[in-house]
C-alpha cells in the first residue's frame, strides 16, 4: 500500500541485491536517491511491502498495486524501499468506502495473490463442484472466498494439521490433508461417482493432475499456477523437473497425455481494479497475513518465506518501522 505523486526529491532507503546467491544473504540496505518517474508512472511512498516468489490517480490517493516480476528481473526493481516509481497500470486506487478499512498491511498483501486467484476462480461456475489444491497457500485463501462469491456449490480443499480449520472458515466444504492422506486415493473412493467440475491447483501437485480422469469430469478442466516444486535453489534438477510438469499439461492422451482440458494459468496485467470492484469492495474478500517484519528485518521475511509453511502472506512495514516484528495472527 502507499501514496503515489509524493515529491520526487531527496533520498530514499532501499533493499538491493548486487550478487548472484540466495536472497537473505545477498540483500543489502542502501541509502538512494528517490526515484524519478518516467512517462506514465508515478512515484509511490511505500507504507507496506509483501514478500513475492507480481486509473487516475491524484496526489495523496491510497493506492494499492506491485511491480510486475518482469519489470523486477529486467531492471531489478523491487517494492522494499521507502519510494518507487511505478507505471500506472499497475496500481488501482483504494475505493473510498473501504478506505479507512483495508489497512496498508492488507493492500501490501492483495495485489499479486489476489490477481492470481482471479485467474482461477474464473474457470469455475456457480453451482460448480470444486477441488483446491493447496487451500492453505496465500493464493488458496483469497481462491476460497472469491469461490463462495460465485457460488461454487461444493468446495474441496487439501491443507495440513490446524491449517484445516483456517481452510474451513475461508470456504472449504471439505479439506483432504495431504499430509496424513493419500490425495489420490481419497479422491478416486470419494469423489468418482459425482465427480468435479473443475481443479484449481495452487502448488502444482501433478500426481493429482496425472490420476485426475478418474475424478475431474470429461468435461472439466484443471488449472495450475503453482510452481513449488521449482526450489529457490535454481538448480538444474529443479527446472528440469518443473519444465516436465510444465510440458505434461499439454500432452495430447495418444501421447500418453492426461485425456482432460488443462492449462498453466498465466498472470494477466491489469486485473487489479477488477478484484477491487468485484471482491474488495464488499470486503468479501481479506488478505491472509502470516507474519509481520520491520524494514530492518526484510531479510528474516524472505527466510520465512523459504520455509514454505507460511500460512498466508508475509509483510515487511516499511513506513511505520516500530510495527511488531514476526507476530502471526491467523
Ligand atoms: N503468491 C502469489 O502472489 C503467487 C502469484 C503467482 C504464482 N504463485 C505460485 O502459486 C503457488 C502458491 O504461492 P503462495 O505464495 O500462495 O504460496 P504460500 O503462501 O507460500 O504457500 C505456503 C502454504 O502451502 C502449503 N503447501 C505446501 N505444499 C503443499 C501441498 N503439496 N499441498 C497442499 N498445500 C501445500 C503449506 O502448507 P503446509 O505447511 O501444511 O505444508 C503452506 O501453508 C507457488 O507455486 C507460487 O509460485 C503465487
Known sequence: MATPNVKSEGNAVAWRIHKKGLLPVTMKKETI??????????????HSASINPAVALSMGTRVLGMIPVETSVRYGQGSLATHVSVRVENLAAIPASI???????????????????????????????????????????????????????????????????????????????????????????NHSREQFDV???????????????????????????????????????????????????????????????????????????????????TRAVTCPIDSRFAFDDAPKAYERLMTGRALGKIIVNIKHPGDPSVSSHL
Open 33 to 46: 536517491s528517490v526515484p524519478e518517474p518516467k512517462q506514465g508512472e508515478v512515484l509511490v511512498e511505500v
Open 99 to 189: 478506505d479507512t478499512s483495508l489497512s496498508s498491511e492488507e493492500a501490501a498483501g492483495l495485489p499479486l495473490a489476489s490477481t492470481t486467484a482471479l485467474q482461477l476462480v474464473r474457470k469455475a461456475r456457480a453451482g460448480s463442484k470444486v477441488l483446491v489444491l493447496g487451500g492453505s497457500t496465500s493464493v488458496g485463501l483469497i481462491l476460497l472466498q472469491m469461490l463462495k462469491v460465485e457460488g461454487a456449490r461444493h468446495i474441496v480443499a487439501t491443507a495440513s494439521g490446524v491449517k484445516k480449520d483456517t481452510v474451513k472458515t475461508r470456504g472449504a466444504d471439505e479439506v483432504i490433508d495431504y499430509r496424513e492422506e493419500d490425495v489420490v486415493q481419497t479422491l478416486k473412493r
Open 199 to 281: 481443479i484449481l491447483d495452487t502448488v502444482g501437485d501433478f500426481t493429482v493432475f496425472g490420476a485426475c480422469a478418474a475424478y475431474l469430469k470429461e468435461s472439466g478442466e484443471y488449472a495450475n499456477v503453482g510452481a513449488s516444486n521449482m526450489k529457490p535453489d535454481g538448480s538444474i534438477w529443479s527446472n528440469l523437473s518443473f519444465l516436465r510438469n510444465l510440458v505434461s499439461l499439454y500432452l495430447p492422451w495418444w501421447l500418453g497425455g492426461v485425456p482432460r482440458k488443462s492449462s498453466w494459468v498465466e498472470f494477466i496485467r491489469g486485473a487489479l481494479p477488477e478484484v477491487t470492484d468485484r471482491y474488495l469492495v
